[in-house]
């Protein structure tokens, strides 16, 4: 697993660390691709004869996954060229956020973020991001819902040269059903 991803190329990734880099992104890679908790991890380690503690987990998770995603995301092949992007409001340790998301036409997510606010500033941060991506392809056509921020937030990018003249822009209502239907695991892992 080490070897594939290439993130321990060398030991001083791993360096005083009680256990070896395979079993740390092991336990990373799971928590992060499965929606379960870090004593549900601690479980499965003890059947595999490991004794870890969940606040072990936890550090690595927090000082491992976001090595783990730079590295990662220069392998995804390119997305589609079709684009659903929705924002929704969840809960995150008592305080409310939204969520922004985006999925291209085959379900695949494209990237997600976290905002305070629901405004133009936000959408059109998020596009940013979206298009920062090296495995996004520049879009022929972007899917909303009906919230207000996203056409001024998509005319300002265009203008801006963010996103392509050519890139049309859908609002509907029901469009973006793909999108509620998607299984977002970063939202899970979040709100473990």
């Known amino acids: 697993m080490q070897g594939k991803i290439g993130l321990s190329q060398t030991a001083k990734e791993f360096k005083y660390k009680q256990f070896e880099g395979e079993v740390i992104l092991w336990a990373v890679r799971w ?6 908790s ?10 595999r004869g490991l004794s870890v ?8 998770v927090h000082e491992y996954a976001p090595k783990l995603e730079k590295k990662i995301k220069q ?9 659903r992007i929705d924002e929704t409001y969840i809960k995150i340790k008592g305080e409310w956020r939204y969520l922004y998301r985006a999925v291209d036409s085959k379900g695949n997510t494209l990237d997600w973020m976290l905002s305070v606010y629901r405004n133009k500033k936000a959408a059109k941060k998020f596009f940013k991001k979206i298009l920062a991506n090296k495995y ?3 879009p022929s056509v972007m899917n909303v819902d009906k919230a207000k921020a996203f056409p001024p ?6 203008a801006e040269n963010i996103i392509p003249f050519s890139t049309k822009f859908r609002q509907q209502k029901y469009l973006n059903n793909i ?3 998607d299984v977002c695991h970063e939202l899970l892992a979040i709100a473990a």
Do not use: N, P
């Open 31 to 36: 928590y992060c691709q499965f929606a379960i």
């Open 38 to 47: 870090y004593r549900d991890l601690v479980l499965m380690a003890q059947e």
């Open 53 to 60: 503690s969940h606040t072990t987990l936890m550090r690595w």
């Open 75 to 83: 392998h995804i092949k390119k997305s589609g060229d079709s684009y």
């Open 136 to 138: 996004c392809c520049a």
């Open 153 to 158: 937030a998509f005319e300002e990018s265009q």
């Open 179 to 181: 999108q509620e239907q």
